[in-house]
């Protein structure tokens, strides 16, 4: 046990600029008193939809292996386990499931761009879709792998496109909207502090 009760914050798939954005997560979050678990999602694809309280484009957020229970719908009781696909994981291992809860979200993006690191970030909220919907869009993406609906504020799918090169960003619950925008307020002001660059995106306030 490395720290009793605490995360490791870290990075996967050989992206470092993931490890820095979770560690400042980490450390903002605590201090304001929120739960500090994150996702380094892909970011897939998404589709307008309409229905059930939602009319906005609503991207879809896998990540291939697992998220934090605390980001599901009933938590563990949510989760599954299931085999990871042999094209991605010649040697399987088992992923940890999930739909992610309703919710506001920050999101962000360290990365490397004309020899400075930048971070891009902003602000979503985390819909709810019917079953069945969910089911399709797993099934046309990686149904092993948990989901996330996400509709982001002031981007469209083809700013979001034009401007996002890599698959990758982090997301971070916060308890009501107005944490989120001071928790992602607190977080830009810390990466700016770190000399890293910070791009605001979309709609965001600071409030």
């Known amino acids: 046990e490395l720290y009793a009760g605490d995360a490791l914050p870290h990075f996967n798939e050989v992206d470092e600029g993931a490890a820095v954005d979770a560690l ?3 450390r903002v979050w605590k201090a304001m008193g929120f739960d500090p678990s994150t996702t380094l999602h892909d970011l897939r694809y998404g589709e307008h939809y309409n229905g059930e309280g939602v009319d906005d484009f609503v991207w879809v957020f896998l990540i ?3 998220a934090p229970a605390s980001h599901f719908i009933d938590g563990y009781a949510g989760a599954s386990s299931e085999r ?3 094209m991605y994981f010649r040697l399987g291992g088992g992923t940890l499931k999930g739909i992610s809860k ?4 920050v999101w962000s993006r360290v990365y490397v761009m004309d020899g400075a690191v930048h971070c891009d970030m902003g602000r979503a909220t985390v819909v709810t879709l019917p079953k069945k919907e969910t089911n399709r869009r797993w099934k046309a993406t990686t149904p ?3 989901i996330m609906h996400a509709v982001m504020h002031g981007i469209n799918r083809d700013q979001m496109m034009a401007r996002h090169k890599a698959n990758h960003l982090n997301v971070a619950y916060a308890p009501t909207a107005a944490d989120a ?3 992602l307020a ?7 502090e770190m000399g890293i ?5 979309g709609d965001v306030s600071l409030k």
């Open 24 to 26: 400042v997560t980490n």
């Open 64 to 66: 291939s292996g697992a």
């Open 84 to 86: 990871q696909p042999p």
């Open 102 to 105: 309703p919710g506001e979200i």
């Open 144 to 146: 092993q792998w948990p």
């Open 181 to 183: 925008n001071r928790a």
């Open 186 to 192: 607190a977080k830009a002001s810390m990466m700016a």
């Open 197 to 201: 660059n910070v791009h605001l995106c």
